[in-house]
C-alpha cells in the first residue's frame, strides 16, 4: 500500500542535476509524509562527508548520521545528497558544518525531532565530534544508537 506522493513540484528527482556550487545554492527538497500523525524514525548515513578547512583550504572527512522524526514532509534523498555533496568546496568549521546541516532540515522540513551525530576524522591527530539536537526525542520512539564507534582508527 503506497500513499500518493506529491511529485510534480520535485525539479531534481529523475533528471540530470548539476551539483550544486555551495550548500547556500543547494535546494533541499521534499514531499508530504506518507504516515502523517506516526512517530517514527528516519535515518540518514553520510560515511564519506567532506568540506574545507576555512582557514587552510585542506579537506576535512566526516561520517555524518541524521535521524529525525517526520512532520507533515519528508526529505527527498536526491536533494539532501547533492546538498552534502555541495560541501565539497565549501570552507567552514566541523561545527558550522554539523549544525548548519541539521538548520537547514529544520528549515525545509519542520521535523517533529532532529538530531545530526558528525563524526570527523582527525585532522593534527584529534577527530572532533559534533552533536546536536533539537531537543528531547519524542515519547515512545525507538531511538537506535548511531552505530559509530569512538576513534580508534576508524574505518
Known sequence: MSAPTETHTLTQLGQPTE?????DEAVIESVP???PGKTYLVRFVCPEFTSLCPLTG????????????????IVESKSLKLFLTSFRNHGAFHEACTVGIAERLIEALAPAWLRIGGYWYP???MPIDVFWQTGEPPAGLWLPDQGVAPYRGRG
Do not use: C, K
Request: no cysteine; net charge negative.
Open 19 to 23: 551539483l550544486p556550487a555551495s550548500p
Open 123 to 125: 585532522r593534527g591527530g
Open 33 to 35: 509524509n506518507p504516515h
Open 58 to 73: 585542506q579537506p576535512d572527512f566526516a561520517h555524518l548520521v541524521i535521524d529525525y522524526v517526520p512532520g507533515e514532509r
